[in-house]
């Protein structure tokens, strides 16, 4: 292809500002889990995007805050060196709230890179058209952003504005991926990431943020089905069970929920068999980090 054209675009903004919701709006299908929770994403997820002679590669990233425990490190880390190899970052922002001490810093440290930056004021279905107004006048003093668009990333309001601006901006270059492909996450991944969802979503408190899900098995049977063995590690044998619930109940109704996404994202018959396992230790062990594809830092 002549003229080609490619662009790495890493969504970034603090948590449950509507990120992935995004990431699976511009592409079109569901790759990044989204959930109430604030720290639902845990790694940087890929979807693609192609208009004409552009591709356009979205980067989904943790959302940034101020880290405590090491999986946290590990998620901020990761999205940060997502948003250092883009060649254009979009800050989102919840448009229902003020600038404030958790925007100023991401906007501050947004401002030592060279990259360009837009901002993409979210959620604005929920919001006051004077509110937007003041916002956007704060944000424009910040003299960072190329751009500011308002988007609902729920219901696709403004998405396909932001999505022109960053095909015409984007530079010439090959595309890195076949012209088909809309994610690069294994299916294992993806599908323990749709397992980790319903933990997120049935699940109260701070049961969800102690859990981590590995698919262990993928066996394709003769019918055509597929059967996927998964485990979900707890850290204390008290959130076993209540991760299993009476005589079973939640882990079925957990599983059942997955179960029925998968068939739809595989289009396929799915047996999904559950597995509860406490490991007191799995967001010390290096190899829980790989699996999900975080760098595990010291
Ligand atoms: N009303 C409304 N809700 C939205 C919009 N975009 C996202 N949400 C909701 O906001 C919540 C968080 O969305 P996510 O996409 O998971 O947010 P995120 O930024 O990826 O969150 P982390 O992965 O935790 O950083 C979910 O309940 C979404 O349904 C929007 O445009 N309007
Ligand atoms: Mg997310």
């Not at 504005?161 to 076949?178: N, Q, R």
């Not at 997120?200 to 408190?205: A, D, E, G, M, T």
């Not at 490991?279 to 830092?297: A, K, M, N, Q, V």
């Amino acid at each position: 292809m002549t003229d080609s054209r490619c662009m790495f675009v890493a969504l970034v903004g603090q948590p449950n500002v509507g990120k992935s919701t995004l990431l699976n709006r511009v592409v079109g299908s569901k790759i990044s889990i989204v959930t109430p929770k604030v720290q639902t994403t845990r790694t940087r997820v890929v979807g693609i995007l192609v208009r004409n002679e552009v591709q356009i590669i979205f980067v989904d990233t943790p959302g940034i805050f101020e880290p405590k425990q090491r999986l946290q490190r590990a998620m901020v880390d990761a999205a940060w060196s997502s948003a250092r190899d883009a060649d254009c970052v979009v800050l989102l922002i919840d448009a229902n709230t003020a600038l404030n001490d958790h925007t100023y810093p991401l906007i501050a440290t947004l401002r030592k890179r060279k990259f360009s930056v837009i901002a993409a004021l979210n959620k604005i279905d929920l919001t006051k058209p004077s509110h937007l107004l003041r916002l956007t006048a704060d944000l424009d003093k910040e003299s960072l952003f190329t751009d500011i668009f308002m988007i609902s990333a729920l219901t696709g309001d403004g998405v396909e504005d932001l999505v022109t601006k960053l095909a015409e901006i984007a530079p010439v270059g090959p595309w890195l991926y076949p012209k088909d492909q809309v994610s690069d996450i294994p299916l294992r991944l993806l599908a323990a990431e749709i397992t980790r969802e319903k933990c997120f979503l049935q699940l109260q408190n701070e049961l969800p943020y102690s859990a981590a899900i590995e698919t262990e098995q993928w066996t394709e049977r003769k019918d055509g089905a597929v059967r996927i063995d998964q485990t979900i590690y707890v850290q204390r044998k008290s959130q076993k069970m209540i991760v299993v619930g009476k005589n079973g109940t939640r882990i079925k109704s957990i599983g059942s929920a997955a179960r029925s996404e998968l068939e739809t994202v595989l289009e396929r018959r799915v047996h999904l068999f559950l597995h509860v396992k406490v490991r007191h230790d799995w967001s010390e062990r290096p190899e829980h980090y790989r699996t999900i594809g975080l760098d595990f830092l010291a």
